[in-house]
């Protein structure tokens, strides 16, 4: 076995009794590879009149779910294909890539959080139907937390408030200005890019320590 | 001006107004792209007989230099073009990929100390002249700070210890387990690898701060 599957498995060996010795109040972290959200008639646009996304897997956040659909994202220096179109169909179109997939496009999307696009980076994107210059849209996501009230009530956070999250194992990192977002649909998770997730070797078992910021608050 | 643009100014002008104020005890930061270092007869194979790198730019640290020549690097999942030689030829060859960079290889480099590579991931090696299949030599490099002794003393960190060190900005991180390197021909300088940098959005204008890590001690 390698360095990194043998410190996989030992980080979730503690992480787990961790957990059972203290009520675990570590937060699940889920990696977010680059993918977009369109609204119903860019969709339209790109797929076909009338068309509709196809499932291929439901996300940990209720309702949200992968598309069997990819479209191919250009920049002014580069493209990126097979870029996963997350669904149902929203009212604004939004492209989230990680800053390594920014150099490629020649792009310079804000750090932002999801459905905060105004003013943010160009994008053209194309699918088998045509292609679309959308003058807005492309962000880096910011870091951020899912949870609901009893949640935010546990860890002693508003929603809107940023906070630390620090990360373990062989390559350990303290992430800020991470977002807290709290609703009763919402179940515990902190979502962080690729960038963040290389970076801290972080995967789809690593588990994070909240803490307070008070410096941000 | 995009929002990446004003926030690097904006840090540069706090980073210099704080410099001033108390004697700068920042550490610079250089990011390290992906790049090998080969020994002459890895070289030699890769090139020609009797070849010998000719130098691009100089590097921060002394003797240290880019080189015209590039290679490619082949994994079981992919390859990436252009890879960069360091020179001049070391001892032993060694290839330093950042972790996106191994998800595209389909290889998992361990996280290592450049010079250590016993044990590490295989890479193939091709350039214009043939090419070269090595059982261990591909590294994820350790994030690690350069400095003399004087730098040393100041800081109050002693060769071989780890520490943690902290950048602001827009999407402030907290690097752990960042190795100190201590020798008299260096200058001082953190090297963090593109996922580090790009996860914290650190330029080659950012600085960090030094935080003594009494955990890792």
New interface residues.
């Given amino acids: 076995m390698?360095?990194?599957?043998i410190e996989a498995i030992v980080a979730e060996v503690v992480s787990r009794l961790n957990g059972a010795a203290k009520n675990d109040d570590s937060i699940p972290i889920a990696v977010s590879a680059r993918h977009c959200h369109l609204s119903q008639s860019d969709l339209e646009a790109l797929f076909g009149e009338g068309y509709e996304l196809t499932k291929k897997a439901d996300l940990s956040q209720p309702g949200q779910f992968a598309a069997n659909e990819t479209i191919t994202i250009v920049g002014p220096r580069g493209s990126i294909e097979k870029v996963r179109i997350l669904g149902p169909a929203r009212n604004m179109t939004q492209v989230e890539v990680?800053?390594?997939d920014s150099?490629k496009l020649g792009s310079?999307p804000?750090?932002r959080e999801s459905g905060d696009i105004k003013g943010s980076?160009p994008i053209t994107l194309v699918g088998p139907n045509g292609s679309l210059y959308k003058k807005e849209g492309l962000i880096i996501a910011?870091a951020h937390i899912h949870m609901n009230p009893d949640d935010a009530a546990r860890f002693d956070v508003k929603n809107g408030e940023y906070v630390k999250v620090e990360v373990g194992g062989?390559?350990?990192?303290?992430?800020?200005?991470v977002l807290i977002r709290v609703s009763p649909r919402y179940k515990l998770e902190m979502h962080v890019d690729?960038?963040?997730a290389?970076?801290?070797?972080i995967t789809g078992k690593t588990k994070g320590k909240l803490i307070k910021d008070e410096a941000a608050l």
């Fill in positions: 390698d360095q990194q599957a990680s800053q390594t150099i310079k804000p750090l980076a910011q062989i390559r350990p990192a303290t992430l800020g200005k690729t960038d963040e290389n970076a801290g070797f």
